[in-house]
Antibody, heavy 119, light 109 residues
Framework: EVQLVESGGGLVQPGGSLRLSCAASGFTFSSYSMNWVRQAPGKGLEWVSYISSSSSTIYYADSVKGRFTISRDNAKNSLYLQMNSLRAEDTAVYYC????????????WGQGTMVTVSS | QSVLTQPPSASGTPGQRVTISCSGSSSNIGSNYVYWYQQLPGTAPKLLIYRNNQRPSGVPDRFSGSKSGTSASLAISGLRSEDEADYYCAAWDDSLSWVFGGGTKLTVL
């Protein structure tokens, strides 16, 4: 079964750091570009970051640029999001999403992991 | 404030046809494909439409998408109670980012 499972969320103080992980299974992870998308409580979807299959191309939303770092380990079938200098407005469910081959569509999503930034 | 503009809510009765609009600009919808995602309550989003009007396998043909200029729309015909969900449009923006609409909450009356 094709699956993405996020982990690493939790409660962190403003200014703190957190590292999210996304474990992929059921497909050839190294062939796919990946993304992080977040959703604040009761709000809409917000794209966070993109990484190509070989990590050669990386993009960030302006709201996280300079604070978040996306990375991947194809040998471990894993995607990561290192989040530093966290702010209250970063509070959200963070989803990892696979980009379909040959398309830009996010065709597979994880169940999400909740990040709460609060003192 | 989302880059793409959607109505916050829409509604219809079972069997009806409803449409949800999505308005953008020349740098996103005007020059790139539009995608639609369905998010059922308490679940992760699901891809509904890609490349403006293509349905992934398993998505009923009751769902259809279209695009004209800098606007797009999602149509749902033969509305069913299980269609009650939040719907989001998305597009790649030439500023090298993905942009989403604010979402439309569809209520089946």
């Amino acid at each position: 079964e094709v699956q993405l499972v996020e982990s690493g969320g939790g409660l962190v103080q403003p200014g703190g750091s957190l590292r999210l992980s996304c474990a992929a299974s059921g497909f050839t992870f190294s062939s796919y570009s990946m993304n992080w998308v977040r959703q604040a409580p009761g709000k809409g979807l917000e794209w966070v970051s993109y990484i190509s299959s070989s990590s050669s191309t990386i993009y960030y939303a302006d709201s996280v640029k300079g604070r978040f770092t996306i990375s991947r380990d194809n040998a471990k079938n894993s995607l990561y999001l290192q989040m530093n200098s966290l702010r209250a407005e970063d509070t959200a469910v963070y989803y990892c999403a696979r980009e379909a081959l040959g398309e830009f569509a996010f065709d597979i999503w994880g169940q999400g992991t909740m990040v709460t930034v609060s003192s | 404030q989302s880059v793409l503009t959607q109505p916050p809510s829409a509604s219809g009765t079972p069997g009806q046809r409803v449409t949800i609009s999505c308005s953008g600009s020349s740098s996103n919808i005007g020059s790139n494909y539009v995608y639609w995602y369905q998010q059922l309550p308490g679940t992760a989003p699901k891809l509904l439409i890609y490349r403006n009007n293509q349905r992934p396998s398993g998505v009923p043909d009751r769902f259809s998408g279209s695009k004209s200029g800098t606007s797009a729309s999602l149509a749902i015909s033969g509305l069913r109670s299980e269609d009650e969900a939040d719907y989001y449009c998305a597009a790649w923006d030439d500023s090298l980012s993905w942009v989403f609409g604010g979402g439309t909450k569809l209520t089946v009356l």
